[in-house]
């Protein structure tokens, strides 16, 4: 069955850096874009980046633009998020999702990675 | 302060129905498609509705979108108390070039 699996989080001070990692199985990750969001403790969902299928088109939402990384590599079916400069807001947990349907990149996000949570803390 | 507005909460008695409605303006809804998702305590989101008014294979037909304009409308009937949970709704901004997401609504059934 599809699944996503992500890995990576944990406790770093502000400032640092930490990478997450989602491994996919189950589909033809090659052909599907992927997404990261994150949702803070008790809050709702943040969109945070989103790569297209071959890795030719990324996008990032203004609160993580030049800090965060998002990368692809299709022959080990893996995501990447290498997160820099960290910040206490950026605490969150991070979901890894494959856009599953839809025509564009806000097209249906799923399925949903059971996620990873990030603590940005001194 | 979220791009796309929902109402914070939403009630209604088992059995009956619900809308939950999910406001944007031009750049998003008005001419992206829409997306629902619901959201259990603990749990990760589940996608309920994408291209506006589509289900994935799964999602029960007491589950519809809808979109008019720059606003998009979630309706659930036959309501259950596993119905409980909060519920969003997305779309891309081709003006930020992003994907916004409502703020939430929380679905209690009475």
């Known amino acids: 069955q599809v699944q996503l699996m992500e890995s990576g989080g944990g406790v770093v001070q502000p400032g640092r850096s930490l990478r997450l990692s989602c491994a996919a199985s189950?589909?033809?990750?090659?052909?599907?874009?992927m997404t990261w969001v994150r949702q803070a403790p008790g809050k709702g969902l943040e969109w945070v980046t989103v790569?297209?299928?071959?890795?030719?088109?990324?996008?990032?939402a203004d609160s993580v633009k030049g800090r965060f990384t998002i990368s692809r590599d299709n022959s080990k079916n893996t995501l990447n998020l290498q997160m820099n400069s960290l910040r206490p807001e950026d605490s969150a947990v991070y979901y890894c999702?494959?856009?599953?349907?839809?025509?564009?990149f806000g097209g249906g996000f799923d399925p949903w990675g059971q996620g990873t949570l990030v603590t940005v803390s001194s | 302060q979220s791009v796309l507005t929902q109402p914070p909460s939403v009630s209604a008695a088992p059995g009956q129905k619900v809308a939950i409605s999910c406001s944007g303006s031009?750049?998003?809804?008005?001419?992206?498609?829409v997306s629902w998702y619901q959201q259990l305590p603990g749990t990760a989101p589940r996608l309920l509705i994408y291209?506006?008014?589509e289900r994935p294979s799964g999602i029960p037909d007491r589950i519809s979108g809808s979109k008019s304009g720059t606003s998009a409308t979630l309706g659930i009937t036959g309501l259950q108390t596993g119905d409980e949970a909060v519920y969003y709704c997305?779309?891309?901004?081709?003006?930020?070039?992003?994907?916004?997401f409502g703020g939430g609504s929380q679905l209690t059934v009475l």
């Open positions: 997305g779309a891309w901004d081709s003006s930020l070039s992003a994907v916004v």
């Open positions: 999702v494959r856009i599953g349907y839809g025509y564009d």
């Open positions: 291209d506006n008014d």
């Open positions: 031009s750049s998003n809804i008005g001419s992206n498609y």
């Open positions: 189950g589909f033809a990750f090659g052909v599907f874009s």
């Open positions: 790569i297209s299928h071959d890795g030719g088109s990324v996008h990032y």
